[in-house]
């Protein structure tokens, strides 16, 4: 089975500019969720999407928004990029909720400039 | 508010020695998932071990084994017969019951060969 893949997997924008990142997840999972991953801050999670729904939403501003597509693909867009926003960003999916192992992609390293 | 600690930043072991790293958590729930994740320098997050804190039994995997103390609160990660692949930073993770997965700061394990 592939596992989780994440594209592009290296991104650079410069302020104000905003992002969209793609993950698409093993095969049969429906569950999707995103991270963002910063030295300073460590893995932050951002949002979590089933069956098309977000179901959970981490505390980030309202610039970091996503969505889950019928075949379970997810995409996360961040709109008027700050400096701040230069990251990893992680996805990982899981067969269902309730299913605590994840399986995480290689990442999206974004820089802001 | 739940949290996890791990308060080593970083720990370095001879190869073929054991390392045991530390993490301690807060919740008020008592169902719960605990978890120790391994990314290696090329940034694929991988679960190494998972313990489910019903179970009073420690989890094994193969050279990796858990010190799960329910009371103290405590879930470190010990890791016997060291190898040059063990090489990579180190996060505990507590899954509460929204399944959303509570990260601590990380500890990067050099191996010495």
């Known amino acids: 089975k592939a596992g989780v893949t994440q594209t592009p997997r290296y991104l650079i924008k410069t302020r104000g500019q905003q992002v969209t990142l793609s993950c698409s997840p093993i095969s049969g999972h429906r569950s999707v969720s995103w991270y963002q991953q910063t030295p300073g801050q460590g893995l932050q999670f951002l949002f979590e999407?089933?069956?098309?729904?977000?179901?959970n939403k981490g505390n980030f501003p309202g610039r970091f928004s996503g969505r889950q597509f019928s075949n379970s693909r997810s995409e996360m867009n961040v709109s008027t990029l700050e400096l701040g926003d230069s990251a990893l960003y992680l996805c990982?999916?899981?067969?269902?909720?309730?299913?605590?192992?994840?399986?995480f992609g290689p990442g999206t390293r974004l820089t802001v400039l | 508010a739940q949290t996890v600690t791990q308060s080593q930043p970083e720990m370095s072991v001879q190869e073929a020695e054991t390392v045991t790293l530390s993490c301690t958590y807060d919740t008020s729930e008592s169902d719960y998932y605990l978890f120790w994740y391994k990314q290696p320098p090329s940034r694929q997050m991988i679960l190494v071990i998972r313990q489910e804190a019903y179970k009073q039994q420690n989890a094994t995997e193969n050279r990796f084994s858990v010190n799960f103390q329910k009371a103290a609160k405590s879930f470190s990660l010990k890791i016997s017969d060291s190898q040059l692949g063990d090489a990579a930073m180190y996060f505990c993770a507590l899954g509460d019951s929204n399944y959303q997965l509570i990260w601590g700061a990380g500890t990067k394990l050099i191996i010495k060969p």
């Open positions: 999407y089933f069956s098309e729904t977000q179901r």
């Open positions: 990982a999916s899981s067969p269902r909720v309730g299913y605590n192992e994840q399986f």
